[in-house]
Nanobody, 128 residues
Framework: QLQLVESGGGLVQPGGSLRLSCAAS????????IGWFRQTPGKEREGVGC??????????FYADSVQGRFTISKDDAKNTVYLQMNSLKAEDTAVYYC???????????????????WGKGTLVTVSS
């Protein structure tokens, strides 16, 4: 069964950190680009960042709103992509999703398109 499962969400104070995981099963991440997205009630889902297919951690793009605070990486051995979130702000509160695009796709920006699979999301709440 092909699926993505996010984990690591929770409640954190402003200025704190969280690391989200996106574990893939049924396919390998080296042949897929992975995008991170987030959504809050009443708003459209927005892209957070994109990491290209391949075995290294190169070719990664971030939205301006998270540049310098969020870092995307992958662990091929664990078939997992991570989203390290530092210096969190209240406006980062959202449900975070990961999505995959097959075909050895290379990201051209932070907003991945043409996704084949989506995870069900994990809630991140930044509040004091």
């Amino acid at each position: 069964q092909l699926q993505l499962v996010e984990s690591g969400g929770g409640l954190v104070q402003p200025g704190g950190s969280l690391r989200l995981s996106c574990a893939a099963s049924g396919f390998t991440l080296d042949s897929h680009a992975i995008g991170w997205f987030r959504q809050t009630p009443g708003k459209e889902r927005e892209g957070v960042g994109c990491i290209s297919s391949g075995h290294d951690n190169g070719n990664i793009f971030y939205a301006d709103s998270v540049q310098g605070r969020f870092t995307i990486s992958k662990d091929d051995a664990k078939n997992t992509v991570y989203l390290q979130m530092n210096s969190l702000k209240a406006e980062d509160t959202a449900v975070y999703y990961c999505a995959a695009r097959s075909g050895y796709y290379y990201c051209s920006g932070y907003q991945l398109s043409g996704m084949d699979y989506w995870g069900k999301g994990t809630l991140v709440t930044v509040s004091s």
